[in-house]
Every structure is written in C-alpha cells, then in structure tokens.
C-alpha cells in the first residue's frame, strides 16, 4: 500500500477540483500536489479529525455529507 501510494501519479485533470481531507492530514502534509495535475480551481475542505476517524462517527460522516451537498448544490446552480 505504502509503495503504492508513492507511485501513483494522477492524471492531468481539466476541471475543477475539491479536495476533502482529514484536519489530521492536512497539519502532516499541507501540500498535496493536486495543483501540479488540475487545470482548474483547487479548492480544499478540511474535515475534523483523524485521516480514518472522519467516517467512524455519525458528526464527522455528517459533516462529510454537508461538505458534498454544497459542492453539489454549487454545481447544480451553475449548470442551470
């Protein structure tokens, strides 16, 4: 897994793009290397909490789903 994850290389993205990541791993790496790949807008949501303990309560999973509906909701808007 560890290997894996430091050979991957992402490919060049052409839209926007939404990064939601731990609080716990943003302080570890604040750079994430997605501005090097998306042609678009980066933009950064940063959860509460441990990179695996976001999604092991009912209020970080909430807060997960909070953070996707208004990255929808954003895009839902803009297409109309």
């Known amino acids: 897994y560890h290997l894996a994850t430091l050979q991957y290389r ?3 993205w052409r839209g926007k793009l939404h990064i939601v990541r731990s609080e716990e791993y943003t302080r570890r790496s604040p750079l994430d290397g997605w501005d090097r790949v998306a042609l678009g ?3 950064r949501l940063v959860i ?6 976001v999604v092991r309560t009912t209020e970080t999973v909430g807060k997960i ?3 996707l509906l208004g990255i929808f909701e954003v895009w839902q808007a803009q297409t109309r």
Not at 48 to 53: E, M
């Open 65 to 67: 789903a909070e953070v």
């Open 10 to 12: 992402p490919p060049i």
């Open 48 to 53: 509460p909490g441990g990179h695996l303990s």
């Open 41 to 43: 807008k980066v933009t």
